[in-house]
C-alpha cells in the first residue's frame, strides 16, 4: 500500500558527499518517524539517523557531525546528506518509513526501501 523509492547512491572517494533520497507514495494517510538504516558485507543492519513528525532527530554515534537528516512532508520524502564520507560508510543504505494508511491505529506499518549502495573508495 506504500511505496519507497530511493535514490542518490553511488561511488564517492574519502571526503566526499552524497545526498540520498527517498519518496514513499501510496495510500498515504499520515507519516510518523522517518529513517535511514545501513547493512555492510558481513554485518547487521543498523541505524543511521531518525527523524520524527515533529523534525527531531537522533544519529548514530558513527555519523553525528556529517550527516544530516531531514523531511519534506509536501513530498514524502525523507533526504541524508553524507558528507566527510568514510571508507566505513559503505554499505546498503534501506529507508525506512512509519505510516498510516487509515484512522486506526490496525492502519500503521512500517515500510522498507528496496536500498541503495554506497560505495566509499579511491
Known amino acids: 500500500q506504500v511505496q519507497l523509492v530511493e535514490s542518490g547512491g553511488g561511488l564517492v572517494q574519502p571526503g566526499g558527499s552524497l545526498r540520498l533520497s527517498c519518496a514513499a507514495s501510496g495510500r498515504i494517510f499520515s507519516i510518523n518517524a522517518m529513517g535511514w538504516y545501513r547493512q555492510a558485507p558481513g554485518k547487521e543492519r543498523e541505524l543511521v539517523a531518525v527523524?520524527?513528525?515533529?523534525?527531531?532527530?537522533n544519529y548514530a554515534d558513527s555519523v553525528k557531525g556529517r550527516f544530516t537528516i531531514s523531511r519534506d512532508n509536501a513530498k514524502n520524502t525523507v533526504y541524508l546528506q553524507m558528507n566527510s564520507l568514510k571508507a566505513e560508510d559503505t554499505a546498503v543504505y534501506y529507508c525506512?518509513?512509519?505510516?498510516?494508511?487509515?484512522?486506526?491505529?490496525?492502519?500503521?506499518?512500517?515500510?522498507w526501501g528496496q536500498g541503495t549502495q554506497v560505495t566509499v573508495s579511491s
Open positions: 525506512n518509513v512509519g505510516a498510516f494508511t487509515g484512522f486506526s491505529s490496525r492502519d500503521y506499518s512500517e515500510y
Open positions: 527523524i520524527t513528525s515533529q523534525d527531531s532527530t
